[in-house]
């Protein structure tokens, strides 16, 4: 059985043969994956040439990133903080608070106008939508199953919790 067709099938009818199915569950995300996705997703950028993203315990994130349009200015250290999950349905964005380098951030972020769709920065604060992030690789349809999501961090790794539910 193609398993992967018929999941796609009962998606694209809104899963009528597993209403009322719901699950919950977390996956755990090693800081070698994470940066490899972070690498992946940032191929091309024209803003930022690397990313380095150390999650540790408490919703923390130690990251270092070089702006590609500004080659004359060292990497850049920052601390970040989950300041804020994301409340499904009515308010898919996550905020992330950042602090390190005060002047120098403010000025890098002049460099960062094309960060990736569903990620915006507004002076010391990071805002991540994740329904225009679903929407740009066209995946909207994911937020009519997601109940809840949330990031947290241990030391190491990224755990990225959620409840889903199928229909009635």
């Known amino acids: ?9 009962q998606e694209r009818h809104g899963f009528p043969d597993l209403a009322g199915s719901s699950g919950e569950g977390s996956i755990h995300v090693s800081e070698r ?20 993203v150390t ?16 080659s004359f200015l060292p990497p850049i250290s920052i601390e970040v903080v989950v300041e804020k999950q994301p409340s499904l349905p009515g308010d898919p964005v996550m905020v992330l608070g950042m602090s390190g380098l005060g002047g120098l951030l403010r000025f890098a972020g002049a460099f960062l106008k094309s960060l990736p769709p569903g990620v ?15 929407a740009a690789k066209g995946l909207t349809s994911v937020l009519n199953y997601l109940e809840a999501v949330r990031v947290n961090s241990e030391e190491g790794r990224v755990i990225v919790s959620f409840k889903v539910r199928a229909g009635g």
Request: zero cysteines.
């Open 55 to 70: 999650p540790h315990a408490g919703d923390r994130f130690s990251v270092r990133a070089s702006v590609a349009k500004a």
């Open 120 to 134: 915006r920065m507004e002076g010391e604060r990071v805002f991540i939508d994740i329904r225009a992030a679903l």
């Open 33 to 52: 994956l994470l940066n490899g996705i972070i690498a992946d997703q940032l191929e091309g950028s024209a803003s930022i040439k690397s990313l380095h």
């Open 1 to 9: 059985m193609d398993f992967l067709r018929l999941f796609a099938d």
